[in-house]
Protein backbone atom coordinates (compact mmCIF):
# COMPACT_ATOMS: atom_id res chain seq x y z
CA UNK A 1 0.00 0.00 0.00
CA UNK A 2 2.26 2.88 -1.44
CA UNK A 3 -1.05 5.64 -0.28
CA UNK A 4 -2.40 8.44 -2.56
CA UNK A 5 0.23 9.73 -4.84
CA UNK A 6 -0.16 13.23 -6.46
CA UNK A 7 2.08 14.68 -9.54
CA UNK A 8 3.74 17.54 -9.75
CA UNK A 9 3.96 18.47 -5.59
CA UNK A 10 4.22 22.12 -6.95
CA UNK A 11 3.47 23.70 -10.54
CA UNK A 12 3.89 27.71 -11.36
CA UNK A 13 2.27 29.16 -14.31
CA UNK A 14 1.59 32.10 -16.17
CA UNK A 15 -1.87 33.44 -16.48
CA UNK A 16 -3.69 32.07 -19.07
CA UNK A 17 -1.79 28.61 -19.51
CA UNK A 18 -3.06 25.17 -18.91
CA UNK A 19 -2.22 22.81 -15.91
CA UNK A 20 -3.24 19.16 -15.21
CA UNK A 21 -2.59 17.38 -12.11
CA UNK A 22 -2.86 13.77 -11.75
CA UNK A 23 -3.35 11.52 -9.08
CA UNK A 24 -3.02 7.74 -8.22
CA UNK A 25 -5.05 6.68 -5.78
CA UNK A 26 -4.96 3.44 -3.41
CA UNK A 27 -5.55 0.44 -5.43
CA UNK A 28 -8.37 -1.11 -3.92
CA UNK A 29 -10.04 2.04 -3.46
CA UNK A 30 -13.31 2.87 -5.79
CA UNK A 31 -13.97 6.09 -4.81
CA UNK A 32 -11.71 9.28 -5.93
CA UNK A 33 -12.48 12.73 -4.98
CA UNK A 34 -10.48 15.76 -6.06
CA UNK A 35 -10.78 18.93 -3.31
CA UNK A 36 -9.46 22.37 -3.23
CA UNK A 37 -7.73 23.92 -0.43
CA UNK A 38 -6.68 27.96 -0.48
CA UNK A 39 -4.61 29.27 3.10
CA UNK A 40 -5.97 29.30 6.19
CA UNK A 41 -9.20 27.34 4.78
CA UNK A 42 -10.32 23.89 5.24
CA UNK A 43 -10.77 21.54 1.86
CA UNK A 44 -13.33 22.42 -0.56
CA UNK A 45 -15.31 19.60 -2.34
CA UNK A 46 -14.40 19.63 -6.33
CA UNK A 47 -15.71 16.28 -7.77
CA UNK A 48 -15.76 12.68 -7.54
CA UNK A 49 -15.46 9.40 -8.93
CA UNK A 50 -17.04 5.97 -8.16
CA UNK A 51 -15.20 3.59 -10.53
CA UNK A 52 -15.03 5.97 -13.88
CA UNK A 53 -18.03 7.84 -13.40
CA UNK A 54 -18.14 11.35 -12.06
CA UNK A 55 -21.07 11.19 -10.36
CA UNK A 56 -20.83 14.98 -8.71
CA UNK A 57 -19.50 18.20 -9.77
CA UNK A 58 -19.25 20.95 -7.19
CA UNK A 59 -20.37 24.45 -8.73
CA UNK A 60 -16.97 25.60 -7.84
CA UNK A 61 -15.84 23.50 -10.71
CA UNK A 62 -16.23 26.03 -13.71
CA UNK A 63 -16.60 25.01 -17.17
CA UNK A 64 -12.41 25.92 -17.48
CA UNK A 65 -12.39 22.85 -15.26
CA UNK A 66 -12.37 19.23 -16.18
CA UNK A 67 -11.66 15.76 -14.71
CA UNK A 68 -11.02 12.10 -15.72
CA UNK A 69 -11.02 9.20 -14.48
CA UNK A 70 -10.50 6.14 -17.58
CA UNK A 71 -10.86 3.02 -16.44
CA UNK A 72 -11.31 3.34 -12.74
CA UNK A 73 -7.80 4.32 -11.57
CA UNK A 74 -6.15 7.53 -11.74
CA UNK A 75 -7.46 10.70 -12.51
CA UNK A 76 -6.28 13.99 -13.59
CA UNK A 77 -7.73 17.52 -13.19
CA UNK A 78 -7.22 19.48 -16.10
CA UNK A 79 -7.61 23.82 -15.85
CA UNK A 80 -7.25 25.90 -18.93
CA UNK A 81 -6.81 29.09 -19.02
CA UNK A 82 -5.69 29.75 -15.27
CA UNK A 83 -6.29 32.31 -13.56
CA UNK A 84 -4.65 33.99 -10.55
CA UNK A 85 -7.84 32.83 -8.06
CA UNK A 86 -7.45 29.14 -9.36
CA UNK A 87 -3.87 29.58 -7.01
CA UNK A 88 -4.55 26.96 -4.65
CA UNK A 89 -3.35 22.83 -3.25
CA UNK A 90 -5.44 20.74 -4.96
CA UNK A 91 -5.87 17.46 -2.92
CA UNK A 92 -7.06 14.25 -4.12
CA UNK A 93 -8.40 11.42 -1.63
CA UNK A 94 -10.10 7.98 -2.12
CA UNK A 95 -11.73 5.56 -0.17
CA UNK A 96 -13.37 2.20 -0.13
CA UNK A 97 -17.28 2.51 -0.96
CA UNK A 98 -18.12 1.08 2.47
CA UNK A 99 -15.60 2.50 4.94
CA UNK A 100 -16.61 5.80 4.55
CA UNK A 101 -12.69 6.74 5.65
CA UNK A 102 -10.85 8.82 3.31
CA UNK A 103 -7.01 8.95 2.65
CA UNK A 104 -5.34 11.84 1.44
CA UNK A 105 -2.33 12.54 -0.96
CA UNK A 106 0.16 15.29 -0.05
CA UNK A 107 -1.62 17.39 -2.97
CA UNK A 108 -0.38 19.38 -5.96
CA UNK A 109 -0.03 23.39 -5.26
CA UNK A 110 -0.75 25.63 -8.00
CA UNK A 111 0.59 29.24 -8.15
CA UNK A 112 -0.43 31.39 -10.95
CA UNK A 113 1.24 34.58 -12.01
CA UNK B 1 -25.59 22.09 3.30
CA UNK B 2 -23.57 20.95 5.88
CA UNK B 3 -21.55 23.56 8.26
CA UNK B 4 -18.58 23.00 10.37
CA UNK B 5 -16.95 25.06 12.67
CA UNK B 6 -14.04 24.85 14.48
CA UNK B 7 -13.30 26.48 17.52
CA UNK B 8 -10.33 28.48 18.97
CA UNK B 9 -8.73 28.82 15.14
CA UNK B 10 -5.23 29.28 17.07
CA UNK B 11 -4.03 27.89 20.12
CA UNK B 12 -0.76 27.66 21.91
CA UNK B 13 0.18 25.62 25.25
CA UNK B 14 3.01 24.88 26.74
CA UNK B 15 4.62 20.84 26.63
CA UNK B 16 3.12 18.30 27.95
CA UNK B 17 -0.32 20.48 28.53
CA UNK B 18 -3.60 18.78 27.57
CA UNK B 19 -5.25 19.96 24.20
CA UNK B 20 -8.96 20.60 23.79
CA UNK B 21 -10.11 20.87 20.04
CA UNK B 22 -13.76 21.64 19.28
CA UNK B 23 -15.65 20.90 16.25
CA UNK B 24 -19.52 21.90 15.81
CA UNK B 25 -21.38 21.14 13.03
CA UNK B 26 -24.87 21.91 12.07
CA UNK B 27 -26.58 18.62 10.07
CA UNK B 28 -26.25 15.35 12.70
CA UNK B 29 -27.23 13.38 9.78
CA UNK B 30 -23.73 11.97 9.21
CA UNK B 31 -21.90 8.80 8.06
CA UNK B 32 -18.91 9.59 10.08
CA UNK B 33 -16.63 12.06 11.37
CA UNK B 34 -12.62 12.23 10.45
CA UNK B 35 -10.06 14.09 12.48
CA UNK B 36 -7.14 15.22 10.26
CA UNK B 37 -3.36 16.17 10.97
CA UNK B 38 -2.28 18.53 8.31
CA UNK B 39 1.55 19.67 8.76
CA UNK B 40 2.08 23.45 6.71
CA UNK B 41 2.40 22.97 2.70
CA UNK B 42 1.32 19.17 3.36
CA UNK B 43 -1.73 16.88 2.35
CA UNK B 44 -4.00 15.97 5.30
CA UNK B 45 -2.95 12.73 8.00
CA UNK B 46 -6.22 10.75 9.61
CA UNK B 47 -5.97 10.60 12.73
CA UNK B 48 -9.56 9.19 13.63
CA UNK B 49 -12.51 7.75 12.30
CA UNK B 50 -15.88 8.08 14.22
CA UNK B 51 -19.00 5.87 13.02
CA UNK B 52 -22.04 7.76 13.32
CA UNK B 53 -23.25 4.69 15.82
CA UNK B 54 -19.77 5.57 17.71
CA UNK B 55 -19.67 8.25 20.44
CA UNK B 56 -15.50 7.86 20.47
CA UNK B 57 -12.49 6.55 19.33
CA UNK B 58 -8.99 6.14 20.96
CA UNK B 59 -5.57 5.83 19.57
CA UNK B 60 -2.62 6.36 21.94
CA UNK B 61 -2.80 9.81 23.26
CA UNK B 62 -5.15 10.65 20.93
CA UNK B 63 -9.04 10.75 22.10
CA UNK B 64 -11.86 12.23 20.10
CA UNK B 65 -15.58 12.12 20.86
CA UNK B 66 -18.90 12.26 19.38
CA UNK B 67 -22.09 13.88 19.92
CA UNK B 68 -24.70 14.09 17.12
CA UNK B 69 -27.39 15.36 19.24
CA UNK B 70 -25.65 18.24 20.56
CA UNK B 71 -23.41 18.79 16.92
CA UNK B 72 -20.37 18.58 18.69
CA UNK B 73 -17.18 16.58 18.68
CA UNK B 74 -13.76 17.18 20.75
CA UNK B 75 -10.39 15.73 20.23
CA UNK B 76 -8.49 15.40 23.10
CA UNK B 77 -4.63 15.14 22.77
CA UNK B 78 -2.91 14.02 25.98
CA UNK B 79 0.54 15.61 27.34
CA UNK B 80 1.15 17.33 24.22
CA UNK B 81 4.41 17.85 22.58
CA UNK B 82 6.07 20.12 20.19
CA UNK B 83 5.95 17.27 17.42
CA UNK B 84 1.97 17.66 17.75
CA UNK B 85 2.45 21.14 16.23
CA UNK B 86 -0.06 21.42 13.34
CA UNK B 87 -3.20 21.88 12.17
CA UNK B 88 -6.17 20.10 13.24
CA UNK B 89 -9.34 19.39 10.51
CA UNK B 90 -12.61 17.85 11.58
CA UNK B 91 -14.75 16.38 8.80
CA UNK B 92 -18.24 14.99 8.45
CA UNK B 93 -19.17 12.18 5.81
CA UNK B 94 -22.80 13.36 4.53
CA UNK B 95 -23.18 10.61 1.51
CA UNK B 96 -20.40 10.85 -0.45
CA UNK B 97 -18.87 14.06 0.68
CA UNK B 98 -16.68 15.29 3.36
CA UNK B 99 -17.52 18.71 4.61
CA UNK B 100 -14.55 20.53 6.47
CA UNK B 101 -13.88 23.26 9.44
CA UNK B 102 -11.38 25.74 9.00
CA UNK B 103 -8.81 24.04 11.07
CA UNK B 104 -7.28 24.82 14.91
CA UNK B 105 -3.48 25.68 14.30
CA UNK B 106 -2.29 24.57 17.05
CA UNK B 107 1.69 25.36 19.08
CA UNK B 108 2.98 23.28 21.37
CA UNK B 109 6.11 25.27 22.77
CA UNK B 110 9.57 23.51 24.56
Known amino acids: DTGVSQDPRHKITKRGQNVTFRCDPI?????LYWYRQTLGQGPEFLTY????????KSRLLSDRFSAERPKGSFSTLEIQRTEQGDSAMYLC???????????FGEGSRLTVL | KQEVTQIPAALSVPEGENLVLNCSFTDSAIYNLQWFRQDPGKGLTSLLL?????REQTSGRLNASLDKSSGRSTLYIAASQPGDSATYLC?????????FGAGTTVTVRA
Open chain 2, 50 to 54: IQSSQ
Open chain 1, 49 to 56: FQNEAQLE
Open chain 1, 27 to 31: SEHNR
Open chain 1, 93 to 103: ASSWQGSGELF
Open chain 2, 91 to 99: ALLNDYKLS
